[in-house]
Each structure stands twice: as structure tokens, then as C-alpha cells.
């Protein structure tokens, strides 16, 4: 089992910049591809970034390409997203999640953190 936790999120001006954690307990991270999802207001999950359990493939969506960075520190446990020029439509509850491999399904993965609210105001 899998328990993971995320953090980080917060209220930040369009422009603005915010680092997301997303730390492990009870079993390694090194095991587990992971990935970062969003679910904006009113709207279905999506897939942000994902990330292969080595470091060495990481994966994100158009929308947000050069702008976030996945990354991840396995002696630590622990996944980042580091999230520059935020813009308003970033806004959502960002979820980290494990798994076998890096996927963009939800389904793809079987543990979730609790989420972590960020805001963007324009």
C-alpha cells in the first residue's frame, strides 16, 4: 500500500510560480512511474506530467510544456512539480499518483494522493 500525500498548492498571481510536492509513506516511490493530474472547476481530471520511476523519462501535456517541470528525488521519496508562468486556466486541484508505468489515463494508476488547491488570479 501506497499512501501519498501532496502539497504546495496555493493562491498565486498569474505569472507566479509554485513548487508541488508529493511525498510517499509506507513504501518506496523508486518502484513507481508518477504522475501529476488537475481537475480544473466543473471539469474532468487531466493529465499534467508524469514521470518514469528512474527520472529518466518524463512526459507532460501540451498545455502546460515549457512551463512545468516533473522531477523526483526516490531517496527522498518524494515528486515535484515545479509550475512557472501560471496562468488563470491552471486553476484546480492537483493530484499526484503512482503507478507501473507513465500513462495519461487515470485509470493507469493505482494510488492518489488527497490533492492540493491551486489558484491563479489573473
Known amino acids: 500500500q501506497v499512501q501519498l500525500v501532496a502539497s504546495g498548492g496555493g493562491l498565486v498571481q498569474a505569472g507566479g510560480s509554485l513548487r508541488l510536492s508529493c511525498v510517499a509513506s509506507?513504501?518506496?516511490?523508486?518502484?513507481?512511474?508518477m504522475g501529476w493530474f488537475r481537475q480544473p472547476p466543473g471539469k474532468e481530471r487531466e493529465f499534467v506530467a508524469g514521470i518514469s520511476s528512474t527520472g529518466g523519462s518524463t512526459y507532460y501535456a501540451d498545455s502546460v510544456k515549457g512551463r512545468f517541470t516533473v522531477s523526483r528525488d526516490n531517496a527522498k521519496n518524494a515528486v515535484f512539480l515545479q509550475m512557472n508562468n501560471l496562468k488563470p486556466e491552471d486553476k484546480a486541484v492537483y493530484y499526484c499518483?503512482?503507478?507501473?508505468?507513465?500513462?495519461?489515463?487515470?485509470?493507469?494508476?493505482?494510488?492518489w494522493g488527497q490533492g492540493t488547491q491551486v489558484t491563479v488570479s489573473s
Open positions: 509506507r513504501r518506496t516511490l523508486g518502484s513507481y512511474a
Open positions: 499518483a503512482a503507478g507501473p508505468f507513465v500513462a495519461t489515463t487515470i485509470g493507469s494508476y493505482g494510488y
